[in-house]
């Protein structure tokens, strides 16, 4: 099991940054995939970006490639989220995810593939 705790949320401007944080227990944190999900009020929970157990694979949702980044160190079992130039529409709380494994590149983006939430952290970019 693991235990994922996220921080780094905040206001910011539009055109701001925000560099988001999820830090993992246990000593297996190589072994898990690692997603970014957001919910903004009254929609359903998005893929943002996951990041595959090496660090060597990355996959964003279209409206924030080139804007966001997801990097890992698994040295401190942590997962970062690099988000610049934010836009109102980034508001949301942003969870972190994880799932033991590799993720067929197909479901990498499913809610339902990932076992482990953390509580979330709010991100709102005003305008």
């Known amino acids: 099991q693991v235990q994922l705790v996220e921080s780094g949320g905040g206001l910011v401007q539009a055109g701001g940054s925000l560099r988001l944080s999820c830090a993992a227990s246990?000593?297996?944190?190589?072994?898990?995939?690692m997603g970014w999900f957001r919910q903004a009020p009254g929609k359903e929970r998005e893929f943002v970006a996951s990041?595959?157990?090496?660090?060597?694979?990355?996959r964003y949702t279209n409206s924030v490639e080139g804007r966001f980044t997801i990097s890992r160190d698994n040295a401190k079992n942590t997962v970062y989220l690099q988000m610049n130039n934010l836009k109102p529409e980034d508001t949301a709380v942003y969870y972190c995810?994880?799932?033991?494994?590799?993720?067929?590149?197909?479901?990498?983006?499913?809610?339902?593939?990932?076992?482990?939430w953390g509580r979330g952290t709010q991100v709102t970019v005003s305008s």
């Open positions: 995810a994880a799932v033991n494994g590799r993720v067929d590149g197909s479901n990498y983006y499913r809610v339902s593939s990932y076992d482990y």
């Open positions: 246990g000593r297996t944190f190589s072994t898990y995939t």
């Open positions: 990041i595959s157990r090496s660090g060597s694979i990355a």
